[in-house]
Antibody, heavy 118, light 110 residues
Framework: EVHLEESGGGLVQPGGSLRLSCGAS????????MCWVRQAPGKGLERVAN????????YYMDSLKGRVTISRDNAENSVFLQMNSLRAEDTAVYYC???????????WGQGTTVIVSS | QSALTQPASVSGSPGQSITISCSGT?????????VHWYQQHPGKAPKLIIY???ERPSGVSSRFSGSKSGNTASLTISGLQAEDEADYYC??????????FGGGTDLTVL
């Protein structure tokens, strides 16, 4: 069964850092682009970052550039999102997703919640 | 403000058909076939229901269909069922090599 599972969310103070992890199973992880998408409480979806299959092509949402880094470990079937200088507006559920091609995200994890608050 | 414009809410009765529009520009929807639709039930992760304007993933009901005309994409749900009550989001690739979402549409089945 194709599966994604996120971890690493939690409560962090403004200015703090978090590293989100996503473990994949049930498919050839190294063949797919992977993404992080977030959803603030009561709000819509935002594509935070993408990484291509070998990690050589990265995409970041404009408002997060310089504060987040996406990476992957194909040997461990995992993708990561390092978030620094966190702000209250970064509070959201963060989803790990698989991009089947053309930006269509066909597999989603259950999400991990990040709360930025003092 | 989202880059793509969707109606905040739509409603329909069981058995009816509804259409949700997603308005963009010649730099996103009008430029590419990479327009996708997601369904999200409360408290759940989104689910891909239409990709590349009109393609349906395996396992998605044929009651869901997608189309595009100019800078506007549309999602049509026919034979509306109670389980279709959810939020729906469109997404498109853009000429700036970014992806954008619509603000989401809340579908109510009366």
């Amino acid at each position: 069964e194709v599966h994604l599972e996120e971890s690493g969310g939690g409560l962090v103070q403004p200015g703090g850092s978090l590293r989100l992890s996503c473990g994949a199973s049930g498919f050839t992880f190294s063949s797919y682009w992977m993404c992080w998408v977030r959803q603030a409480p009561g709000k819509g979806l935002e594509r935070v970052a993408n990484i291509n299959s070998d990690g050589s092509i990265l995409y970041y949402m404009d408002s997060l550039k310089g504060r987040v880094t996406i990476s992957r470990d194909n040997a461990e079937n995992s993708v990561f999102l390092q978030m620094n200088s966190l702000r209250a507006e970064d509070t959201a559920v963060y989803y790990c997703t698989r991009d089947q091609g053309g930006g269509a995200m066909d597999v989603w994890g259950q999400g991990t919640t990040v709360i930025v608050s003092s | 403000q989202s880059a793509l414009t969707q109606p905040a809410s739509v409603s329909g009765s069981p058995g009816q058909s509804i259409t949700i529009s997603c308005s963009g520009t010649s730099s996103d929807i009008g430029a590419y076939k990479y327009v996708h639709w997601y369904q999200q039930h409360p408290g759940k992760a989104p689910k891909l229901i239409i990709y590349d304007v009109s393609e349906r993933p395996s396992g998605v009901s044929s009651r869901f269909s997608g189309s595009k005309s100019g800078n506007t994409a549309s999602l049509t749900i026919s034979g509306l069922q109670a389980e279709d009550e959810a939020d729906y989001y469109c997404s498109s690739y853009t000429r700036r090599a970014t992806w954008v979402f619509g603000g989401g549409t809340d579908l109510t089945v009366l």
